[in-house]
């Protein structure tokens, strides 16, 4: 079982920047595959980034590449999203998911799909303002 809890949330200007940090429980975090998603009031949830268990690999909807880094520490059992230049477009909430098979060798494609990760966190409010 992996329990997340995501952190780092909160009320910035446009151009401004945050670091969300989703904390993972659980000795399997360091074989994980772990994605950021994100949902504004009256949308569905959409993939942000993603970034392999081993660190080697990172993924990243088109409307954050550039501007969103996604990277982590497995020792210390944390996934964060870095991100930069926001714009109001950006408000949602965002949570973190981890993989449900440690260890798999998942394409870029597998990790954009929701029905990939097994665990998620409750999310952090990220509000962009104009």
């Known amino acids: 079982q992996v329990q997340l809890v995501e952190s780092g949330g909160g009320l910035v200007q446009a151009g401004g920047s945050l670091r969300l940090s989703c904390a993972a429980s659980?000795?399997?975090?360091?074989?994980?595959?772990m994605g950021w998603f994100r949902q504004a009031p009256g949308k569905e949830r959409e993939f942000v980034a993603a970034?392999?268990?081993?660190?080697?690999?990172?993924y990243y909807t088109d409307s954050v590449k550039g501007r969103f880094t996604i990277s982590r520490d497995n020792a210390k059992n944390t996934v964060y999203l870095q991100m930069n230049s926001l714009r109001p477009e950006d408000t949602a909430i965002y949570c973190c998911?981890?993989?449900?098979?440690?260890?798999?060798?998942?394409?870029?494609?597998?990790?954009?799909?929701?029905?990939?990760?097994?665990?998620w966190g409750q999310g952090t409010q990220v509000t962009v303002s104009s």
């Open positions: 659980g000795r399997t975090f360091s074989s994980m595959s």
């Open positions: 970034i392999t268990w081993n660190g080697g690999s990172t």
């Open positions: 998911a981890a993989a449900r098979r440690p260890g798999a060798n998942y394409p870029g494609t597998t990790l954009g799909a929701e029905n990939t990760y097994g665990y």
